[in-house]
């Protein structure tokens, strides 16, 4: 990397990059569960996500990276947020911008232990110890706002079928914390 006047960064290139995946959770044995996905050199425990196939909408990219690097099947309860940050890729001086895109899901079939390559692990893991375990503080925050929703502590805004696109969901009723189906 090279500098300007003035000692600002000089790029070579910038690149907008983007990603989807989400906090899958469960009920188990009355405590909240989440799906972590884990590298073990150099040590990782991450959530799913990954980038958009061609053509692909964001939830569909989600659904599906979800899908392959857990090995369970998952449906979207509503989007927990968005996380935006930079890093520079030092093999080409790439400034890269990338965002994240969450959403709250719950599996609906499959069984880690049909994850993809990508990893060495993918687990079910009590949200106290996951916050815990996991590397990146964002994604940590994520974990703890859907913990939070499940709670009723916080609302989460579903999405209906105009907003799901082609990844459709059967929404829960009664859930604590997810709002009404009509706030599509």
């Not at 400034?95 to 692990?121: I, N, Q, S, W």
């Given at each position: 990397?090279?500098?300007?006047?003035?000692?600002?960064?000089?790029?070579?290139?910038?690149?907008?990059?983007?990603?989807?995946?989400?906090?899958?959770?469960?009920?188990?044995?009355?405590q909240?569960?989440?799906?972590?996905?884990?590298?073990k050199?150099?040590?990782?425990?991450?959530?799913p996500?990954?980038?958009?196939?061609?053509?692909?909408?964001?939830?569909?990219?989600?659904?599906?990276?979800?899908?392959?690097?857990?090995?369970?099947?998952?449906?979207i309860?509503?989007?927990?947020?968005?996380?935006?940050?930079?890093?520079?890729?030092?093999?080409?001086?790439?400034?890269?911008?990338?965002?994240?895109?969450?959403?709250?899901?719950?599996?609906?079939?499959?069984?880690?232990?049909?994850?993809d390559?990508?990893?060495?692990?993918a687990?079910?893991?009590?949200?106290?110890?996951?916050?815990?375990?996991?590397?990146?503080?964002?994604e940590?925050?994520?974990v703890?706002?859907?913990?939070?929703?499940?709670?009723?502590?916080?609302?989460?805004?579903?999405?209906?079928?105009?907003?799901?696109?082609r990844?459709?969901?059967?929404?829960?009723?009664?859930?604590?914390?997810?709002?009404?189906?009509?706030?599509?």
């Amino acid at each position: 990397m090279t500098t300007e006047a003035g000692g600002k960064p000089r790029y070579a290139h910038y690149e907008r990059q983007t990603s989807a995946g989400g906090v899958v959770y469960r009920m188990q044995d009355g405590q909240v569960e989440v799906l972590l996905c884990c590298r073990k050199e150099p040590l990782l425990w991450a959530l799913p996500k990954g980038t958009p196939d061609q053509g692909e909408s964001i939830r569909e990219t989600a659904i599906r990276e979800v899908t392959e690097e857990t090995g369970v099947q998952v449906e979207i309860l509503g989007k927990l947020g968005s996380v935006r940050y930079f890093f520079t890729r030092i093999q080409d001086n790439t400034r890269c911008d990338k965002t994240v895109h969450h959403y709250l899901m719950r599996p609906t079939g499959g069984d880690p232990a049909y994850h993809d390559h990508e990893f060495d692990e993918a687990r079910w893991i009590p949200v106290e110890e996951a916050l815990k375990m996991m590397n990146h503080p964002n994604e940590a925050t994520m974990v703890q706002k859907a913990a939070d929703v499940l709670a009723g502590k916080i609302r989460l805004r579903r999405l209906g079928p105009r907003r799901l696109g082609r990844a459709q969901s059967n929404l829960p009723t009664g859930q604590a914390g997810l709002g009404g189906a009509n706030n599509g």
